[in-house]
């Protein structure tokens, strides 16, 4: 099956600090992915879609120079978390479309990384 | 814009069954339903396509309204397992922008 990894699975930080999260598709192309943001007893908040070889599409009230994603590759794309703040902790998620399914279905499966909780203090 | 999902929270004891709610203000092209654990990402349940549609494995199942504006995720003699918060999410295009997003949330909580 589709597997997405995410790394670092937990990271603690220290105010100011810029944090970096990678996604990677493991077994699949992926020309999207997307970043989530998920608050405590909160859903997951679509933070931006990103295209690979182009800019991400952030969603609005996102501030792209804070959350810099980069889709450098069909099996990899990073979010950095710059001059984090507390408030900036949370339960960061990405999810990755199949190029192959997106093509030849009708519908479009996200397959989900395991998250990454950020802390910072 | 994001679909709205009732009931926020729901208690039930094992073997109860349980309706969770998604609606949206306007036709989806296609729902899907996860459930997720604490501190974990979602599990895809299911998917539906079509209006009308039924759809269901084991114990849960979901259904499509014509619309294709509300979808409903059936718990059937519901176990431990089961909790979790559940959410729907949904495809489409804005501005020619591909957009996944997630319904507002039901947490399940099954007791012994």
């Known amino acids: 099956g589709a597997v997405v990894s995410q790394h670092p699975s937990w990271v603690i930080c220290k105010s100011g600090t810029s944090v970096k999260i990678e996604c990677r598709s493991l077994?699949?192309?992926?020309?999207?992915m997307f970043w989530y943001r998920q608050f405590p007893k909160q859903s997951l908040m679509l933070m931006a879609t990103?295209?690979?070889?182009?800019?991400?599409?952030?969603e609005q009230g996102v501030e792209k120079d804070k959350f810099l994603i980069n889709h450098a590759s069909l099996t990899l794309s990073t979010l950095t978390v710059t001059s984090a703040h507390p408030e900036d902790s949370s339960f960061y998620i990405c999810s990755a479309r199949d190029l192959f399914l997106a093509l030849t279905s009708r519908y479009n499966e996200q397959f989900f990384g395991p998250g990454t909780r950020l802390t910072v203090l | 814009q994001q679909p709205v999902q009732s009931p926020q929270a729901v208690i039930l004891r094992e073997g109860e069954d349980a309706v969770i709610n998604c609606s949206s203000s306007k036709a989806l092209y296609s729902v899907h339903w996860y459930r997720q654990k604490h501190g974990e990402a979602p599990v895809f349940l299911m998917i539906?396509?079509?209006?009308?549609e039924q759809k269901g494995h084991e114990k849960i199942s979901a259904s499509f309204n014509e619309k294709k504006q509300q979808s409903s995720l059936y718990l059937t003699a519901s176990q431990l397992s089961y909790s979790g918060t559940y959410f729907c999410g949904t495809e489409g295009t804005t501005s020619g922008t591909y957009k996944y997003i997630f319904g507002t949330g039901t947490r399940l909580k099954v007791l012994a």
């Open positions: 539906l396509l079509k209006g009308g």
């Open positions: 990103s295209n690979e070889g182009s800019k991400a599409t952030y």
């Open positions: 077994d699949f192309q992926a020309t999207t």
